[in-house]
């Protein structure tokens, strides 16, 4: 199964990903966490990158589409990935459209501005093993500033300080939004209403899915 979950930043895509990964067995490729790895370990690419990120605005297409190509011609996609943060743009979405890749499920997870903000301003990773909590949801950490899996230190990713977050907003109604209507034509676009609490999300999915667990 290949799909793909759209959203605004913070609309809790990584969340969704890691629980359909772990049910489904198939990899989640996030285009941002592979990103801030290659910055963390200072590679050309993560330094070309670091301006963008920082500023909150979209890594060129060319360099983003390369990162997806390459992931996506791995043995561990071949019975199914989950993109998670790419297509962000049409020119991105033409890329895969142009490739192999048949995409079977496009699930756009939605949410309104104000609880972007609040999601966002709450969340943290943890900084050893990158699982996401959020203080400001129903996925707090058991013990606070610490990850319930391996213990490591919870930390604010860079980009989610106020002003990086209302440019990244900017940025997704300028250039991302507009997939909403380029997976309508295709007819592979699925709402689900990302307000709800988390379980009541993932059971969303799942049934668009058809997975029973
Ligand atoms: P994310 O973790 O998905 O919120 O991504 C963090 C940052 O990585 C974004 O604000 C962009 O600067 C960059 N990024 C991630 N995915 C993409 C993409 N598909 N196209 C361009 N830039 C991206």
């Known amino acids: 199964m290949n799909i793909i979950l759209l959203g605004a930043p913070g ?13 489904l067995k198939i990899p989640t490729i996030s285009t941002g966490d592979i990103i801030r790895e290659a910055l963390k370990n200072g590679t050309e690419m993560g330094l070309k990158a670091k301006s963008f990120i920082d500023k909150g605005h979209l890594v060129p297409d060319e360099v983003v589409i390369g990162i997806v190509t390459q992931r996506l011609n791995q043995d561990d996609c071949k019975s199914g990935f989950i993109l998670d943060g790419f297509p962000r743009t049409v020119a991105q979405a033409e890329a895969l459209d142009n490739s192999d ?12 501005d104000e609880l972007i903000y609040k999601r966002m301003s709450g969340r943290r990773i ?3 093993c990158n699982k996401t909590f959020n203080i400001n949801t129903d996925k707090k950490p058991k013990v606070e500033g610490k990850c319930d899996f391996c213990a ?6 860079m980009d989610d300080n106020a002003d990086t977050v209302k440019e990244r907003l900017k940025v997704y109604y300028n250039q991302t939004h507009v997939l ?7 007819g592979i676009r699925v709402a689900i209403d990302g307000t ?5 999300i993932t059971a969303d999915v799942l049934k668009v899915l058809r997975v029973e667990i």
């Open 196 to 200: 709800k609490p988390l379980k009541e």
């Open 101 to 112: 890749v048949k995409i079977d499920y496009v699930i756009d997870i939605e949410v309104d």
């Open 126 to 128: 943890c900084e050893k």
């Open 11 to 23: 609309a809790g895509k990584g969340t969704q990903a890691e629980i359909i990964s772990e049910l």
């Open 180 to 186: 909403k209507e380029y997976y309508d034509k295709r």
């Open 152 to 157: 490591g230190a919870l930390i604010q990713r």
